[in-house]
T-cell receptor
Framework: DAGITQSPRHKVTETGTPVTLRCHQT?????MYWYRQDPGHGLRLIHY???????DKGEVSDGYSVSRSKTEDFLLTLESATSSQTSVYFC??????????FGPGTRLTVT | DAKTTQPPSMDCAEGRAANLPCNHS???????VYWYRQIHSQGPQYIIH???NNETNEMASLIITEDRKSSTLILPHATLRDTAVYYC????????????FGAGTQVVVTP
């Protein structure tokens, strides 16, 4: 597997609390992505980054913010978690425009 | 990006070739065909991609029709570990990272 780790792997939190998910890579890839996966919706892009401090929105970015202060880390923050954000979150990286490599995922439950 | 159509499910006997079809009749000239798969509870895994020529790597072969309106992913000797959801994705070369995952094909390899 490509050198991608996600933390935490599982988290249960209450509605209204802030949550930060971390994606860490050791591949020095330029591009990093956050997806969420829900039954019936497949994988959907939340935000992506094309370099340090360079980020852009995906198709389901409302309620999420991201930061990338160094090449290896891409943080996804839910400022005030809602039950609709219960999901499995995947981070991915790529260097070229072709293949993306995905992390193991973080299962988030908002109660 | 063009839309793809895949059968929802298919079975394959272990040791036999698995041929996974994908229809992308509205594909444009600058759009590549990508295949990913997702084994249960894991992150998606890149398999192969192509533009118009047939491609082969250590995992699979990709056959694209001459008119580029459909393609077939071939797993030459399916194993039980190939049981997964397989996604066919069409993406333009200038849409970095924006993979649009559909429902995919659930492939079950049986002994």
């Amino acid at each position: 597997d490509a050198g991608i780790t996600q933390s935490p792997r599982h988290k249960v939190t209450e509605t209204g609390t802030p949550v930060t998910l971390r994606c860490h890579q050791t591949e020095n890839h330029r591009y990093m992505y956050w997806y969420r996966q829900d039954p019936g919706h497949g994988l959907r892009l939340i935000h992506y980054s094309y370099g340090v401090k360079d980020t852009d929105k995906g198709e389901v970015s409302d309620g999420y913010s991201v930061s990338r202060s160094k090449t290896e880390d891409f943080l996804l923050t839910l400022e005030s978690a809602t039950s609709s954000q219960t999901s499995v979150y995947f981070c991915a990286i790529s260097e070229r425009e072709y293949e993306q490599y995905f992390g193991p995922g973080t299962r988030l439950t908002v109660t | 990006d063009a839309k793809t159509t895949q059968p929802p499910s298919m079975d394959c006997a272990e040791g036999r070739a698995a041929n996974l079809p994908c229809n992308h009749s509205t594909i444009s000239g600058n759009e590549y065909v990508y295949w990913y798969r997702q084994i249960h509870s894991q992150g998606p895994q890149y398999i192969i991609h192509g533009l118009k020529n047939n491609e082969t790597n250590e995992m699979a072969s990709l056959i694209i029709t001459e008119d580029r309106k459909s393609s077939t992913l071939i797993l030459p000797h399916a194993t039980l570990r190939d049981t997964a959801v397989y996604y066919c994705i069409v993406r333009a070369t200038d849409s970095w990272g924006k993979l649009q995952f559909g429902a995919g094909t659930q492939v079950v390899v049986t002994p």
